[in-house]
């Protein structure tokens, strides 16, 4: 067995001798984004560094939790905060949490995001359930051996964001006269942000918007079979012609400012789910 394997297998163990049992959806929040835990009535709360084989999370705005528990009755497990490529991680261990929660049971992964708007119509703190993407991160998670346990050497991508979920997700928003637009994302690696420059050109090959990170991990649940979605926020408008500089804490307060709408409609989808 492959030492990352064996590493896959005994995180899963761990969890689920910790009371991880039959998780139905598996949640990543992402930066600035973490109401969505006061939702869920809360069994178990383990920080990364108390799990075996998890990386830390050493972006200090980002909590390192794994959180168990329900919402609407419906079990779930949920990462307060997720690994960066730009924190030098390797795209193995970013992906390592996906792969666990599929060995624990996961049956559906609700992804988001903080992302740089591309897309003139986008404004801040508009939510975007992505459609489709565009990986320009250099490094790939399935790169390597491959075992039959991982899942297909090369899977298919011509749907990576399910379309029942998305359906789904569509269906809640609209119930709750939330605004849910669809985009294209871009995956670049960070942690700066872009020039005008390069604004333009993710404009130009179709991007909507842009953030350094999910891409791997939406690989990764393809791969292993695990239906996802990704709804990301709106933190920054990146318009080529006049661009605002922007800061980490700017982002981090948009983020908070459509946090609680995120949640609510990540709630309504996840009791749906049961
Ligand atoms: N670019 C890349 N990542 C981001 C951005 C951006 O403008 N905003 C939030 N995450």
Do not use: W
Not at 93 to 119: C, D, H
Not at 184 to 210: C, F, K, M, S
Not at 223 to 239: F, K, N, Y
């Amino acid at each position: 067995m492959s030492e990352y394997l064996k590493q896959i297998k005994e995180t899963a163990s761990f969890l689920i001798e910790n009371g991880f049992k039959e998780p139905v959806v598996g949640i990543v929040l992402g930066t600035g984004l973490s109401e969505l835990i006061k939702l869920i009535e809360t069994e178990k709360t383990i920080a990364y560094e108390n799990i075996p084989n998890f990386p830390l999370s050493t972006v200090e705005f980002h909590k390192g939790n794994l959180v168990y528990g329900r919402i609407s009755g419906v079990v779930v497990v949920a990462m307060q905060g997720r690994f960066h490529y730009y924190e030098g991680y390797t795209m193995q261990q970013i992906t390592f949490p996906v792969r666990v929660m599929k060995e624990i049971g996961v049956k559906y992964l609700l992804l988001s995001n903080a992302a740089g708007g591309i897309n003139p119509a986008y404004k801040k703190g508009d939510l975007i359930l992505l459609d489709d993407h565009i990986n320009l991160q250099p490094e790939n998670p399935l790169r390597g051996l491959n075992l039959p346990e991982f899942g297909n050497r090369f899977p298919d991508m011509s749907q990576p964001y399910n379309k029942q979920l998305n359906q789904l997700l569509l269906n809640k928003a609209s119930e709750q006269l939330t605004n849910l637009k669809k985009g294209i994302y871009a995956a670049v690696v960070g942690p700066n942000l872009e020039t005008r420059a390069e604004y333009r050109y993710l404009r130009n090959i179709g991007a909507d918007l842009v953030g350094m990170s999910t891409v791997p991990e939406v690989i990764v649940a393809n791969q292993v079979g695990l239906p996802c979605a990704c709804v990301s926020v709106i933190t920054d408008e990146c318009d080529p012609d006049n661009l605002q500089p922007v800061d980490i804490s700017e982002i981090i307060a948009v983020a908070g400012k459509a946090d609680k709408r995120l949640s609510q409609l990540f709630a309504a989808v996840i009791s749906a789910l049961g």
